[in-house]
């Protein structure tokens, strides 16, 4: 795992609990979130319709697309519930001095 | 027990029933007859990405043939013509008999169509399935001047789209606003400003007096005299359900199959789920008949458990939604009951909601915005709905607070 690919979203405090915020870096859109047990990071475009789920709702282990309500796991990505059925896809996430930070391939 | 389940309609209510039966029953033979050639597709589409080639056929599918063989779950195209409830048989035109022990109807429901000329009959086109929009695809590409016929969500979706084919659109509205059967006038003159934005023309409380052809054209003469010329006519007018196979029979119909909150309708082992059902709403107390695609499933897979034997209350809260040009509209609940109306949001780049309480708690909510803006806020209305929550208004009032807030856990 090379170090560089390591990117820094923001600090630990720029998330609220149960919530995301949106992370874009070159031409791609993130979403990272806070959830009770730590942070994880997704794509940030839904799966279904090329829409932000930055304005998604945050509940429990889960982001609803804001558009058609498709529902994906933010742990796995797993597309749970129509009209999305592709997965979305994560990413590892490290918090390192109060800082969030994504690798990105 | 080994049943034979008989599942009347290939739609999307169909196979979410097939499926959770399924999960719930390994042993017993579901079989959907279905009158289309094609599994089960999805319609939002149809009027929107497909007829602006975002989305192709192969996208439309719900299930590919390999997850239907993978659970055993039978397809065949096949139009049945007549249902003996006693002895628990479909007869088919083709003289082929299905003998079910438990049946769900989930048939769909069906375009109204414009009473006219019976020389003009083939010439007025609507949307429901694939094969009609392949055909509004295939025409429109080589029309340029074209009228819709009513100013719903079918309708309106398609004038968005056209308008993004560079094509001039004209939206013809009996009704004194936009989608004035579930859409309060507040959000469809927000949507109707955004047509006119595009160059559509929209023409309310008009009616058609007479449809003429002339040169391949269309004259359509409206109830002030006015004169509309076209080349391309499309009609929206509604739908009703698909029941006429049911009509001379003991099943309990009411502007659809009647069903209670558990899906069965008045006869046994009969069951009825999606637009063809009239159902009752155990939290609205009332019965109500819906047409969108959340129904479909959630109907679907509740008729499903409550065939394997899981008997289940349907208590989903309805939602629907409707994309034109960029904004989502989106509807939670029943706006029709109410004895209070708070507004969250004046702008829709940031998003527009209203929201219809009663005793202080939310019944309904109905926001519009650019693509993205209501959607969290519909659906957390929607659980403040389902649970019942006596709200702040202030905080549904002021777009500056979250209204994650107000959900209680």
């Known amino acids: 795992m090379s170090e560089e690919n390591w990117i820094e979203v923001g600090s630990t405090d720029s998330i609220e609990e149960e919530d995301l915020i949106r992370f874009d870096h070159q031409d791609k859109t993130f979403c990272v979130y806070k959830l009770t047990d730590g942070f994880y990071a997704t794509d940030g475009i839904c799966t279904h319709e090329a829409v932000h789920l930055e304005d998604g709702l945050v509940m429990d282990d889960e982001i609803e697309c804001p558009m058609h309500q498709g529902i994906f796991n933010i742990k796995s990505g797993e597309a749970l519930s129509p009209p999305a059925c592709e997965d979305l896809k994560t990413y590892p996430v490290k918090v390192d001095n109060d800082k969030i930070f994504i690798k990105i391939d | 027990m080994k049943n034979n389940i008989i599942i009347l309609g290939g739609g999307q209510a169909g196979i979410y029933a097939a499926r959770e039966i399924r999960q719930n029953d390994s042993k017993s033979n579901i079989k959907i007859l279905g009158e289309e050639n094609l599994l089960p597709y999805e319609r939002p589409p149809l009027s929107k990405d497909f007829l602006l080639d975002k989305k192709k056929e192969e996208d439309l599918y719900f299930h590919s043939s390999d997850v239907l063989k993978n659970e055993n779950i039978e397809f065949e195209n096949i139009s049945i013509n007549k249902v003996d409830f006693e002895n628990k048989k479909l007869f088919a035109k083709n003289d082929n008999v299905y ?50 016929i009513g100013g719903g969500f079918i309708g309106l979706e398609i004038a968005s789209s056209l308008s993004q084919l560079q094509k001039k659109v004209i939206v013809i509205e009996i009704g004194n606003q936009l989608m004035g059967r579930i859409i309060p006038k507040q959000i469809a003159d927000l949507v109707q ?87 009752y709403h155990p939290f609205y107390e009332r019965n109500m008949r819906l047409e969108s695609y959340q129904h479909a499933q959630n109907h679907g897979i509740c008729a499903g458990k409550n065939i394997a034997g899981v008997k289940t209350e349907y208590t989903s809260i309805p939602w629907m939604w409707s994309d034109q040009f960029n904004l989502n509209l989106q509807l939670t609940g029943i706006c029709d009951e109410y004895d209070e109306i708070i507004e969250r949001g004046k702008d829709i780049n940031n998003g527009v909601i209203y929201f219809f309480l009663k005793n202080n708690k939310i019944r309904g909510a109905c926001g519009v915005g650019i693509i993205g803006k209501v959607g969290r806020d519909i659906r957390i209305t929607s659980k403040l709905t389902e649970k019942n929550t006596i709200v702040d208004n202030q905080i549904l009032s002021d777009q500056n607070l979250k209204l994650n807030k107000l959900i209680q856990k």
């Open chain 2, 193 to 279: 400003n955004t047509h006119i934005e595009h160059g559509n023309e929209i023409i309310l409380n008009k009616q058609i007096e007479k449809i003429t052809k002339k040169n391949g054209d269309y004259e359509i003469l409206l109830n002030d005299n006015s004169l509309i010329e076209t080349d391309f006519i499309i009609a929206g007018i509604g739908s009703t359900p698909t029941v006429k196979l049911f009509e001379n029979t003991n099943l309990k119909l009411d502007n659809g199959i009647v069903t209670n909150q558990f899906c069965e309708t008045s006869i046994k082992d009969v069951y009825a789920a999606g637009d063809v059902s009239n159902f």
């Open chain 2, 99 to 148: 003998s079910y022990d438990s049946l769900l109807i989930s048939t769909g429901s069906e375009n109204k169509k414009l009473t006219l000329d019976n020389n003009l009959k083939n010439d007025i086109y609507y949307l429901r399935n694939l094969e009609e929009a392949k055909k509004i695809k295939e025409i429109v590409s080589n029309k340029n001047k074209i009228t819709i």
